[in-house]
């Protein structure tokens, strides 16, 4: 699929790898929504995107929410034909700690927005993009990359619920490729490695050299402009279907 002159929503996309997907995908000529609940920075990455861009306040985990803003995008720009889902969080903790069991919402919340909200994003969307028209030989009427995590493969201490979430996102990628092979639209599933996003920014200095001499090669951070380039590809190669990808220079993460 050729992104010059496609329409792509993007969850999370004011900041991390959401960000770097947005900027990138606007500067290969796609109009960009960015689904996301920040707003001052919400809009202040749209107005720098400029014109065929646009911010919509979205909590993917919830359908209404999310309904409103495909609405919203189909007000903006017709259609939409790629989604990419970073919309995430992490709630660290033991299975049982100092202070006992985790408290079961804090596994559910993590649950709820990262395996189900986008559940919630994919099923609404693709219900659009079934009804587009084809924009390439093979029949391809829509894109969809997902983010889960080498934690999906390799959780951590203290990272049952986040690895739940994320193992779920690389569990149903195959089977909803194949539910919706019959309207020509792609499923494909990133998993990032140690990526230097705000969530890692915030670490000294020391515990992110630490981090980055666990890697294979090339020893250091990635960077989301990486992962966003690899979201490239999966938009532009139409024979990566149900697939998931580690990006993450060799790692294997280990236990702590």
Known sequence: MEINGKVAIVTGGASGLGWATSELLHGMGAKVAIFDMNDTLGQERADTLGDGAAYFNVN?????????????????????????????????????????????????????????????????????????????????RGCIINTASVAAFEGQIGQASYSASKGGVVGMTLPIARDLASMGVRVNTIAPGLINTPMLQGLPDPAKESLANTVLFPRRLGEPEEIARVAQMLIENDYMNGETIRMDGGIRMQPK
């Not at 006992?100 to 559940?119: A, C, E, S, Y």
């Open 60 to 140: 993917v985990a919830d359908e209404e929410s999310v309904a409103a803003g495909i609405a919203g995008v189909q007000g903006s720009f017709d259609t939409f034909h790629i989604i990419c889902n970073y919309a995430g969080i992490g709630a660290p903790g033991r299975t049982v700690g100092r202070d006992g069991p985790m408290p079961l919402d804090w596994f559910k919340r993590v649950i709820d927005v990262n395996l189900i909200g986008t559940f919630n994003v994919i099923r609404l969307t693709a219900a659009v993009m079934r009804e587009n028209e084809p924009v390439t030989t093979d029949g391809c």
